[in-house]
């Protein structure tokens, strides 16, 4: 079986002047077991259902014990990946740009939604039958972010509410941070808040199961957002960082999967660049 897989990877490591057999030979360096964890992007029955079988189908890949780890907000996949408690990790272009930071974590491969583009956009939701159809409907009333960390949950709401002139605290009659994109949906579905911002890869993967796109009103949609990465740590061996790559490549989505996407390609560092861009516009809004 790793024989078969080097086979498949070796684009991926010619990139980096590696050849299959040096590959193969480097895998006595790796570790007997690796820790993949995940932002919280939903609850954590709904992680396990969506990313447990992702993580069987490496362990089964790479041949060595891939344990799935998922923590209460963004910033503990960071903190883990700087400490070395997590090897590689699923996160959101913010997170990523972070933990490139904090945890000298490195982008290999992004998400491709089942459409086939490797990207999502940031939504802004309500409930249907809430009468709310634009953002000036949705003044005085209650709102969510997501995670302080996420993409399309904080940063770029916040960076298109500052162009608009919108401030938050002062447009909305509460502001509150629900943790999670399925907690935001939830949270409109229920009538707990009023509007929220979400994703539509994570829109997508709720639908049917956890609430139906009939349910809402799409108000806002941003432009297109580079897909969210795989990054391994740093101080990974080479030859492992690059399998973990090739691995996710190769990763074929059973149908059915409640990923809902087709896939993952290539990725590194420069693709998040244009969310470098919008952090500085967040931290210029402090000035």
Do not use: C
């Not at 964890?37 to 969506?50: F, K, R, T």
């Not at 790479?62 to 503990?76: E, Q, S």
């Not at 941003?222 to 795989?230: E, F, H, K, T, V």
């Amino acid at each position: 079986m790793r024989r078969n897989f080097l086979k498949k990877v070796a684009v991926a490591t010619a990139a980096l002047g590696l050849t299959i057999s040096s590959l193969s030979a480097d895998s006595s360096t790796w570790p007997k077991e690796i820790v993949f964890g995940a932002i919280p992007v939903a609850g954590n029955s709904s992680m396990e259902e969506q990313f447990g079988p992702l993580a069987k189908y490496l362990q089964d890949t790479l041949g060595i014990k891939v344990t799935l780890k998922v923590t209460n907000d963004y910033t503990g996949i960071i903190t883990g990946m700087a400490h070395n408690h997590i090897d590689f990790a699923y996160l959101g272009p913010n997170s990523y740009v972070t933990a490139s930071q904090r945890a000298n974590a490195e982008a290999v491969a992004m998400e491709v939604n089942d459409e086939g583009v490797a990207g999502y956009h940031a939504l802004i939701v309500a409930r249907k039958d809430s009468g709310i159809k634009t953002l000036d409907d949705a003044k005085g009333k209650t709102w969510a972010f997501t995670d302080p960390q996420s993409t399309s949950g904080t940063l770029v709401p916040t960076v298109h509410f500052n162009k608009i002139g919108i401030d938050p605290q002062k447009y909305f009659s509460r502001v509150i941070y629900s943790g999670s994109h399925e907690a935001s949906m939830l949270s409109v579905k229920a009538g707990r808040v009023d509007v929220a911002s979400n994703n539509d890869l994570d829109f997508n993967r709720g639908i049917g199961r956890h609430w139906e796109a009939d349910e809402f009103n799409i108000i806002w949609k941003s432009d297109l957002i580079p897909g969210s990465p795989i990054a391994v740590r740093g101080g990974l061996p080479t030859s492992l960082k690059m399998a973990i790559k090739g691995a996710f490549i190769a990763y074929k989505v059973p149908e059915g999967s409640s990923l809902k996407m087709s896939g993952y390609t290539h990725a590194d560092d420069s693709t998040y660049n244009p969310t470098r861009e919008l952090i500085k516009a967040k931290e210029a809004m402090k000035k």
